[in-house]
């Protein structure tokens, strides 16, 4: 197959393809998928390099390293990064660089990433998921707080674009 | 009810490995690995994020749907264990929050993974800031003030369907339905803006235009409706599936009991002197009249609710029949398992099979740990030869 990295699936196929998984995912594990709870496990255990101590005295770090802890979301992680690498080497998307705008310079656009990423990590703390725990894998099962996080969510996305519009564009 | 097939541990994580790389892949294929792409949802001039989320979230809850109307599982067990509480304020607040992150960095937390295994090195800053905002939260979310906040509005495991007050069966069912209506629309409505500022779009960033595809879209929304509507008028409620009660014999139990107590909740319903003399280790003593008190219908459904009653029994009890879980009977109730378990058991004649040496060194051994027996039973007589022949000399790798 040819090689076209400006080429994507059709978003209603990807849909599908997503929603395949995500329910696999249900009937097997009986949970939905994740990507900020492998976050905090990977935090926490590099903080534990260097404080364990401090991480046995902070009741939620200390919640993250015992057994009962979702510790397969780490490995769910692991596979997203396969997933990707595979998917990006075979349309041709496999390529170091920074993706930004022509009006705003590389350190601006990093030091905005690790911001915004910072940002997210936090809050999904504080709604128990992200768009892929909340939005996608709740919000299927029709629960209420997901859905409200996935108004949130666009109400907060719409709000901040303006200001940060010269970073893409 | 099959699913959820809750693998053991070490078989979650392969799958989960699994599931993540389908997850990654296709997160991928849909152009989720590039900032501008996600972002473009913000700028109206490509809504990918908003079809692909839309369409993953419909395809998923109809097969949740579909598998609970054929009696494959229970919609409501899934989510009870897939969804976290619902927490008003918090979330709507900290949604709020995600967004603008999402707006900053140019991905959500799942695909910054993705543009990492791509090269981004602003997937990688990305990802290095979830990681910190996530310790970050944990280290005050439990002191005062903040711990307020994080669980404030609690209002447990919320359903959209309890919110409308629809009924517990078909209600998922009906909001299935309602959802699909509400995402055909929007997708219109989404692909009406995206053609308004196509001029503008970023011809890396641009979508797939509507056409062929868009016809195919609605079709099969309308295909997914209608399995919806077929899902109400099946009988075959997942409800009505829990409620037979299969059978268990007092060496299943004895098994579990011994071997994975964890897997079992033994509830003894016979009268509370009777169960406070003798009953099955581990079990609950709960008299058949205080059964409704421990609201069986909405308790945690993971194990296996088993009733051991004062004799042989057809139905379970009422109070214990809207259990979600599965549920069992001990056959034969309270003096099948006394018998098996508490009186000793007799000796097999010499030459019996060897099933029956070993079942009977099984209950000689339940029955002096549970009689408090000191001597051991008498051995087993010598039984015929023991097949495959008799054990060479020597040993170790050389046989």
């Known amino acids: 197959m040819e090689r076209d990295p400006n080429k994507f699936w059709n978003p209603h196929l990807a849909g599908v393809a997503l929603g395949l998984v995500l329910a696999t995912t249900y009937l097997v594990m009986g949970s939905g998928l994740g990507a900020s709870g492998g976050s905090l496990r990977i935090g926490v255990w590099f903080v534990s390099l260097f404080a364990p101590g401090h991480v046995a005295a902070t009741p939620p770090l200390a919640r993250a390293t015992v057994a009962e802890h979702p510790h397969w979301l780490?490995?769910?992680?692991?596979?997203?990064?396969?997933?990707?690498l595979v998917a990006a080497y075979t349309s041709g998307r496999l390529k170091a660089e920074v993706l930004k705008g022509p009006r705003i310079s590389t350190a601006s656009r990093l030091a905005?990433?690790?911001?915004?990423?910072?940002l997210m990590g936090l809050a999904a703390k504080i709604t128990r998921g992200c768009a892929s725990g909340?939005?996608?894998?709740?919000?299927?099962?029709?629960?209420?707080?997901?859905?409200?996080?996935?108004?949130?969510?666009?109400?907060?996305?719409?709000?901040?674009?303006?200001?940060?519009?010269?970073?893409?564009? | 009810m099959t699913f959820p097939l809750f693998p053991s541990p070490e078989a979650g994580l392969v799958f989960a490995v699994v599931s993540g790389f389908g997850f990654g892949f296709v997160l991928e294929r849909a152009g989720f690995g590039r900032a501008q792409k996600l972002v473009g949802q913000f700028y109206g001039y490509d809504m990918s994020v908003f079809k692909v989320m839309f369409t993953a979230v419909i395809t998923a809850m109809m097969v949740v749907v579909a598998a609970s109307a054929v009696g494959l599982t229970d919609f409501k067990l899934i989510a009870d264990h897939a969804t976290s509480e619902t927490l008003l304020v918090p979330f709507a607040i900290g949604g709020m929050l995600v967004g603008a992150g999402f707006v900053m960095s140019g991905y959500c937390p799942g695909t910054s993974w993705v543009a990492m295994a791509s090269g981004k090195v602003d997937g990688l800053f990305t990802v290095i800031g979830t990681v910190i905002g996530a310790v970050l939260w944990s280290e005050v979310e439990w002191r005062p003030g903040f711990s307020t906040f994080h669980n404030m509005t609690n209002v447990g495991n919320f359903y959209l369907w309890e919110l409308l007050h629809l009924p517990g069966r078909a209600g998922p069912v009906i909001v299935a339905v309602a959802v699909i209506a509400m995402a055909a629309g929007c997708f219109v409505g989404a692909e009406k803006?995206?053609?308004l500022l196509a001029d503008r779009a970023d011809p890396l960033a641009r979508a797939i235009p509507g056409g062929r595809p868009r016809g195919l879209v609605l079709t099969g929304f309308a295909a997914l409706a209608l399995v919806g509507l077929a899902a109400l008028?099946?009988?075959?409620?997942?409800?009505a599936g829990a409620r037979e009660a299969s059978a268990m014999t007092p060496a299943e139990l004895a098994h579990h009991v011994f071997?994975?107590?964890?897997t079992v909740r033994v509830l003894d319903v016979r009268p509370m002197a009777e169960c406070a003399a003798k009953r099955v280790p581990g079990s609950e003593c709960v008299p058949e009249a205080d059964l409704g008190k421990?609201?069986?219908?909405?308790?945690?459904?993971?194990?296996?609710?088993?009733?051991?009653g004062p004799g042989v029994a057809a139905a379970p009890p009422a109070a214990a029949a809207g259990y979600r879980g599965k549920l069992s009977l001990l056959q034969g109730g309270w003096p099948a398992w006394e018998a098996y378990a508490l009186a000793p058991p007799a000796?097999?004649?010499?030459?019996?099979?060897?099933?029956?040496?070993?079942?009977?060194?099984?209950?000689?051994?339940i029955q002096s740990a549970l009689t408090g027996m000191k001597a051991a039973p008498p051995p087993p007589p010598p039984t015929a030869a023991p097949t495959g022949g008799p054990k060479k000399g020597g040993g170790g790798c050389s046989g």
Do not use: K, N
């Open chain 1, 112 to 118: 905005l990433a690790l911001a915004g990423g910072t």
């Open chain 2, 233 to 239: 008028a099946l009988p075959t409620g997942t409800q």
């Open chain 2, 259 to 262: 071997d994975s107590p964890w």
């Open chain 1, 74 to 84: 780490v490995y769910e992680l692991f596979g997203v990064m396969l997933g990707g």
């Open chain 2, 347 to 365: 000796p097999p004649a010499p030459g019996a099979p060897a099933a029956d040496v070993e079942a009977y060194r099984v209950r000689a051994g």
């Open chain 1, 134 to 169: 909340q939005a996608l894998s709740g919000g299927a099962l029709l629960s209420v707080g997901s859905w409200v996080f996935f108004l949130a969510f666009f109400v907060g996305g719409y709000g901040m674009a303006w200001f940060v519009r010269r970073e893409y564009r």
């Open chain 2, 193 to 195: 803006i995206e053609r």
């Open chain 2, 294 to 308: 421990l609201r069986l219908a909405d308790a945690e459904p993971s194990r296996e609710l088993v009733i051991v």
